[in-house]
Each structure stands twice: as C-alpha cells, then as structure tokens.
Nanobody, 113 residues
C-alpha cells in the first residue's frame, strides 16, 4: 500500500515562501497514470485543492494559487514538493498530500510573524 508523509516547517513568516515535501513509500511516483496532489484545509473551512504533479512530471495548479505555487518532484527520492510564495495568514492551514486513495496524515502550517 502506498504511504505518504508530509514534512516541513510548522511556522512561516508572512511574505516568505512555504516549502513542504511529501515522501512516498510503497509505490513509485512514475507509475503510469498516477497523480500526486496537494490540498489544504484552513481552520473552520473545507478542503481546497491546490495542485497536482502527474506520473510524467506534468503539473497543474488551482487558478487561484497558480501565480504563487510551484510543484516539483525528485524521482530519485520518490518525493514531491510544494512551494507557495508570498504567504499571508490566510495560508494558515493543514496541508495534505494524496494520491487516490491514499492520504498523508497532514501537517499544520501557521503563517505568523
């Protein structure tokens, strides 16, 4: 079974770049037709899809985040990463990575000075 684990700083200052990594085990990110997503859930709100990296390296992002979001991968480490620039307190959320039907446990990120 594929397992995913998010990692990264729990606290980021406003205007800085948030960087998170999702480590994948039990499966390969290059498996054909596999898709690797980032989502987040702000406090008191629903899940927000952020973006995806496909098995072939193609990426896509939510239009609302596209100007600030970059998703990349390191296939040698079987990891994919998220970088969200110019963060504000509104980016405070629990961040999850997933590849259907498997989810990471999530990691809390707080944006605060």
């Amino acid at each position: 079974q594929v397992q995913l684990q998010e990692s990264g700083p729990g606290l980021v200052k406003p205007s800085q770049t948030l960087s998170l990594t999702c480590s994948v085990s039990g499966g390969s990110m290059t498996t054909t037709y596999s898709f690797w997503h980032w989502v987040r859930q702000p406090p008191g709100k629903g899940l927000e899809w952020m973006g995806v990296i496909h098995y072939d390296g193609v990426t896509d992002a939510s239009p609302s985040l596209k100007s600030r979001l970059a998703i990349s991968r390191d296939t040698s480490k079987n990891q994919f990463s998220l970088q969200l620039s110019s963060v504000t307190p509104e980016d405070t959320a629990v961040y999850y990575c997933f590849s259907n039907p498997n989810w990471g446990q999530g990691t809390q990120v707080t944006v605060s000075s």
